[in-house]
C-alpha cells in the first residue's frame, strides 16, 4: 500500500484516503464491521499498527536526506532541484510538488540542514507530527 511513498505529494486528501484504508483493513483484521461501533483508537490499541500518515512521512523525511546528501549529478537531486522556466502555466492552482512539504516545514535551506545526516536524524520526531499537521 506504500510501495514508493517516499516520493508521494502528500495532501489531505490523499491522506484521508490513506487512513480510510488502514482502518478498513485494521477492521477486517479483527473480524469487525462499521455496525460495530468501536472506536478507531479502539482498534488500533488492539491492532498495535502505526497510522500511515506517520509512516509516510518518516519515509520521505528519510529519502529527503538521502537525496540532499547526493555528491554526484544524479537525476534523483537534478529533478528534485529543478524549477520549470519557461512556457505558460495553466490555470487555477500551482499543483503541489514533493519538495512543497519539505520547505514549508524546515525552509528554502533543508537541502545544506541535510547534510549532517545525524542532525538531521535527530529532527526527524518533532517536524514529522509538525509536517503531518500541516498535510
Excluded at 508521494?8 to 491522506?15: E, I, P, Q
Aim: net charge positive; hydrophobic share 35%; glycine share 8%.
Amino acid at each position: 500500500m506504500t510501495y514508493g511513498c517516499q516520493t508521494w505529494s502528500m495532501t489531505k486528501a490523499v491522506g484521508q484516503k490513506l487512513r480510510v484504508a488502514q482502518r478498513a483493513m485494521e477492521r477486517k483484521m479483527l473480524g469487525l464491521k462499521l455496525t460495530d461501533k468501536i472506536s478507531c483508537k479502539e482498534i488500533r490499541n488492539k491492532t498495535q499498527v502505526s497510522d500511515i500518515a506517520q509512516y509516510i512521512a518518516k519515509q520521505k523525511w528519510k529519502w529527503a536526506g538521502h537525496v540532499a546528501r547526493l555528491q554526484d549529478n544524479r537525476w534523483t537531486l537534478r529533478v528534485t532541484e529543478w524549477q520549470p522556466r519557461n512556457g505558460k502555466r495553466s490555470r487555477g492552482r500551482q499543483a503541489r510538488r514533493w519538495r512543497d512539504d519539505i520547505v514549508r516545514t524546515m525552509g528554502n535551506t533543508w537541502t545544506r540542514e541535510a547534510k549532517d545526516k545525524e542532525e538531521w536524524r535527530r529532527g526527524a520526531e518533532g517536524l514529522i507530527l509538525q509536517w503531518m499537521d500541516g498535510a
